[in-house]
């Protein structure tokens, strides 16, 4: 067991997925790139690990997701033209998003053979040390950044940390759920984990959101991990084997704000309206569109 807490300065974003629910979208464009006002969902996660310290960005791609590494690098024609327009706001906020050269690195997972494979392929890129791993397609809205939240958390207590949110009970069988000591604390202990436990069977309704701090150790049990559910290979599964055989702590940390999964056409719209409601440049005349749809087709 790790008594040593290591700081966690990489995070590991898996987005080699084919997106298959949002076809014919995701042809051409990777799904972690799709907008969510005008941002792609990607770089609304990605600033959120920026805003929990974090200094080196891991992207797990694939095939037909090259745009990715475009989007995390200088654009010196756009940037040039901009400059010529006389457009210095729009300059100075393309290099606010910008990471520092060296900052990020790609790896290709070669076939998408699941989030545990993915999460493997990243292993040299990370090496000895405790990382984040954030979930591009679930969207964590809050007032703070969750991420940051879990390293706060981790700074107390070591280990491996996952956060969480309640779902209602009669919806705990399409998640990944954990039991932990103390439900309505925000930090507690985790007890067990189980992937999409049969109906009534849950040991709380506290599913996993998608965000995790993971010890290395992580990577020995993924590159002998059988495929699990669905034929994949499961992160959950090594998590599972971490804690019960390796003894490796877990806790859960309750994330108190908004979730939305934006792999899914009904997460990601609704994603879309409340993020557009928040912005002082749109919301009243959104608001004003909004209600002008709801009240004609209600
Ligand atoms: P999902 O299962 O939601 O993504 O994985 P998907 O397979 O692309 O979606 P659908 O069901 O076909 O629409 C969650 C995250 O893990 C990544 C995905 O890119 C997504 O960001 N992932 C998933 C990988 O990187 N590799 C995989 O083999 C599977």
């Known amino acids: 067991m790790n008594t040593v807490k290591k700081p966690i300065r990489k995070a590991v974003f898996p987005v080699a997925g084919l997106g298959t629910r949002f076809l014919p979208a995701t042809k051409a464009v990777p799904k972690e790139m799709l907008t969510v006002v005008d941002r792609p969902v990607l770089q609304h996660v990605v600033d959120e690990a920026r805003a929990a310290g974090i200094e080196h960005f891991i992207f797990v791609t694939g095939r037909n997701k090259g745009v990715i590494e475009d989007h995390f690098d200088k654009q010196f024609e756009l940037e040039s033209t901009l400059a010529a327009r006389g457009?210095?706001?729009e300059i100075e906020a393309l290099a606010r998003d910008l990471p520092q050269a060296g900052q990020t690195s790609f790896t290709r997972q070669q076939s998408p053979l699941g989030l545990g494979h993915a999460v493997w392929c990243a292993r040299e890129l990370v090496g000895n040390e405790p990382f984040a791993l954030l979930l591009p397609d679930m969207l964590h809205h809050g007032q703070t950044s969750c991420l940051a939240d879990m390293i706060e958390a981790y700074s107390k207590t070591g280990g491996n940390l996952i956060a969480v949110a309640p779902v209602p009970e009669d919806q705990t069988h399409q998640y990944g759920i954990v039991g932990v000591k103390d439900v309505k604390a925000k930090v507690s202990e985790i007890t067990n984990m189980v992937e999409k436990p049969q109906p009534?069977?849950?040991?709380?309704?506290?599913?996993?959101?998608g965000r995790y701090v993971l010890q290395p150790e992580v990577f020995a049990l993924l590159e002998k991990q059988e495929r699990g559910a669905g034929g994949e290979i499961q992160l959950t599964d090594s998590m599972i084997a971490m804690m019960n055989d390796d003894?490796?702590?877990?806790?859960a940390v309750r994330f108190d704000g908004d979730i939305y999964d934006c792999g899914s056409k009904l997460g990601f719209l609704t994603a879309n309206v409340a993020l557009a409601l928040e912005r002082e440049d749109l919301a009243d005349d959104f608001r004003r569109d909004l209600k002008r749809l709801i009240g004609t087709n209600a």
Not at 247 to 251: A, N, T
């Open 87 to 89: 457009k210095k706001k």
């Open 247 to 251: 003894k490796q702590p877990f806790h």
């Open 200 to 209: 009534g069977t849950a040991p709380s309704n506290l599913h996993i959101t």
